[in-house]
């Protein structure tokens, strides 16, 4: 299958920071990103969709303006965090589809954990 | 909207089989998709039914009914190995991205 990276893979930041978030679509290009957050015993929730060259789509609930979301090129996207919080500390996975089908596979990247002190 | 149900825990013994069910309530649906979860992972694919039946897949068989909104997934022969989360996702109508239930922790023991 296809292969997405996501850098650093652990990061731990003072209150306040802002960090930012690499996902990167190895050997294929995606069209469409997607931000998902994983607490600690919970499932992954969305956060955000990304189409290259366009705005990203945020689900319900999620500041876009604290969750910064660039999709620059069909292989990279990022997430920055701005002016974290502790309450932040979350488990973030991107995943990566590419083509033009409907049913096109997702693949997730070995997600990022952020720590706010 | 979309609601997805899975049990939260399951315990089940090395070699044995277990099913891991799913029910979900969309307001549209273009497929299910079964992931298994390690902690501190990402989560990679096990599986996807779009029609109904049974997909079997080595060890692990996933089914789908339309019409009654449901799914599961049959791990078979267990390994200490598989003791994980299953996450069942659905994907909506539109280019969407999935949803995705609570999932449920499986404990092999031996």
């Known amino acids: 299958g296809a292969v997405v990276s996501q850098h650093p893979s652990r990061v731990i930041c003072k209150s306040g920071t802002s960090v930012k978030i690499e996902c990167r679509s190895l050997?294929?290009?995606?069209?469409?990103m997607f931000w998902y957050r994983q607490f600690p015993k919970q499932s992954l929730m969305l956060m955000a969709t990304?189409?290259?060259?366009?705005?990203?789509?945020?689900e319900q609930g999620v500041e876009k303006d604290k969750f910064l979301i660039n999709h620059a090129s069909l292989t990279l996207s990022t997430l920055t965090v701005t002016s974290a919080h502790p309450e932040d500390s979350s488990f973030y996975i991107c995943?990566?589809?590419?083509?033009?089908?409907?049913?096109?596979?997702?693949?997730f990247g070995p997600g990022t954990r952020l720590t706010v002190l | 909207g979309q609601n997805i149900d899975q049990p939260t825990e399951m315990t089940a013994t090395e070699g044995a089989i277990v099913q891991i069910n799913c029910t979900y309530q969309?307001?549209?649906?273009?497929?299910l998709f079964w992931y298994q979860q390690h902690a501190g992972e990402a989560p990679t694919f096990l599986s996807y039914?779009?029609?109904?039946g049974l997909e079997e897949k080595g060890r692990f068989s996933s089914f789908l009914s339309r019409s009654k909104g449901y799914s599961y997934l049959l791990l078979k022969e267990l390994q200490m190995k598989d003791s994980a989360s299953y996450l069942c996702?659905?994907?909506?109508?539109?280019?969407?991205?999935?949803?995705f239930g609570s999932g449920t922790r499986l404990q092999v023991q031996p």
């Open positions: 990304s189409n290259e060259g366009s705005k990203a789509t945020y």
């Open positions: 039914n779009v029609l109904d």
């Open positions: 996702a659905v994907q909506g109508t539109g280019r969407r991205a999935l949803t």
């Open positions: 969309t307001s549209g649906f273009n497929g």
């Open positions: 995943s990566a589809r590419g083509g033009t089908r409907l049913l096109d596979e997702q693949f």
């Open positions: 050997d294929f290009q995606a069209t469409t």
